[in-house]
T-cell receptor, first 115, second 112 residues
Framework: DSGVTQTPKHLITATGQRVTLRCSPRSGDLSVYWYQQSLDQGLQFLIQYYNGEERAKGNILERFSAQQFPDLHSELNLSSLELGDSALYFC??????????????FGPGTRLLVL | GNSVTQMEGPVTLSEEAFLTINCTYTATGYPSLFWYVQYPGEGLQLLLKATKADDKGSNKGFEATYRKETTSFHLEKGSVQVSDSAVYFCALRGNAGNMLTFGGGTRLMVKP
């Protein structure tokens, strides 16, 4: 158990809908990262927040957005869902801003299926 | 940009066999290198890491050495067990940016 929690574990929805994925980082960690794991794209970085502020952005679609709240939990919002958004979404956390040697601890993931 | 290339799986071995999973990378500067493992139905767990050239990361019998001259970070284990069956991901973090760049993953299946 990494100490990172994600809810829900599974999500099934329809095209065009909007969903929210939630992540609670390990106690004391200030950074939260979101990754998408899909069959065709592999594991890709989406976005990072550090202590409530956006820190780094990767291959995140405009239909997707995220935020980190004062209690440090984070939410990933996915809207106008398409079939291709079906994937496993991981949250990870680390203690600092993300230095070279800093370890990221991953949650169990949320499996999203868009029908 | 940064990239990581892993050998494609699945890799199927008998218990107690020697394991090598190849990983090579492309990055500017001096990245940190990681191996993560994903057991069925679970998230990624850090297996080992190395932060500079010639560093050897090790954990649970697994080892990998950071080879800058060959830009490689191959994962090895002397004697695999059925419980090692999982997907293994090689990853790097470069000097610029905080994200991890992952390889495609290698599925290992160990048979009794």
């Amino acid at each position: 158990d990494s100490g990172v929690t994600q809810t829900p574990k599974h999500l099934i929805t329809a095209t065009g809908q909007r969903v929210t994925l939630r992540c609670s980082p390990r106690s004391g960690d200030l950074s939260v990262y979101w990754y998408q794991q899909s069959l065709d794209q592999g594991l890709q970085f989406l976005i990072q927040y550090y202590n409530g502020e956006e820190r780094a952005k990767g291959n995140i679609l405009e239909r997707f957005s995220a935020q980190q709240f004062p209690d440090l939990h984070s939410e990933l919002n996915l809207s106008s869902l398409e079939l291709g958004d079906s994937a496993l979404y991981f949250c990870a956390s680390s203690v600092g801003m993300g230095g070279r040697a800093e370890t990221q601890y991953f949650g169990p993931g949320t499996r999203l299926l868009v029908l | 940009g940064n990239s990581v290339t892993q050998m494609e799986g699945p890799v199927t071995l008998s218990e107690e066999a020697f394991l090598t999973i190849n990983c090579t990378y492309t990055a500017t500067g001096y990245p940190s290198l990681f191996w993560y493992v994903q057991y069925p139905g679970e998230g990624l767990q850090l297996l080992l890491k190395a932060t500079k050239a010639d560093d050897k990361g090790s954990n649970k019998g697994f080892e990998a050495t950071y080879r800058k001259e060959t830009t490689s970070f191959h994962l090895e284990k002397g004697s695999v067990q059925v419980s090692d069956s999982a997907v293994y991901f090689c990853a790097l973090r470069g000097n610029a940016g905080n994200m991890l760049t992952f390889g495609g993953g290698t599925r290992l299946m160990v048979k009794p």
